[in-house]
Nanobody, 123 residues
């Protein structure tokens, strides 16, 4: 069973940067797709970005294009989310998720989730 553990959240001022990590432990499959979602208070969980393990392909929500970047380290079974030029509206709990094969942008498409990490951007 694959387990996902996020880290790297915190408090940052608007315009700042944070890097989140998602470490996958247990039996992992090389064809897993990994994604980041976020959920702000009172809002639905929304897709942020995703990466297909092999071949390497990425997708982004329009709201984060040009500011966020997803990457992965196969040797460490870890996916990263580099967040730059953060805005107060980026404040949310960020979740890592995994599923076989391709990236999908709806939460119900994922069967593996991390516990979430809080990101707070102050204005």
């Amino acid at each position: 069973q694959v387990q996902l553990v996020e880290s790297g959240g915190g408090l940052v001022q608007a315009g700042g940067s944070l890097r989140l990590s998602c470490a996958a432990s247990g039996r992992t499959a090389s064809n897993y797709a990994m994604a980041w979602f976020r959920q702000a208070p009172g809002k639905e969980r929304e897709f942020v970005t995703g990466i297909r393990w092999t071949p390497d392909s990425t997708s982004y929500a329009d709201s984060v294009k040009g500011r966020f970047a997803i990457s992965r380290d196969n040797a460490k079974n870890t996916v990263y989310l580099q967040m730059n030029r953060l805005k107060p509206e980026d404040t949310a709990v960020y979740y890592c998720a995994a599923r076989p094969a391709v990236v999908v942008t709806v939460p119900r498409g994922y069967n593996l989730w991390g516990q979430g990490t809080q990101v707070t951007v102050s204005s």
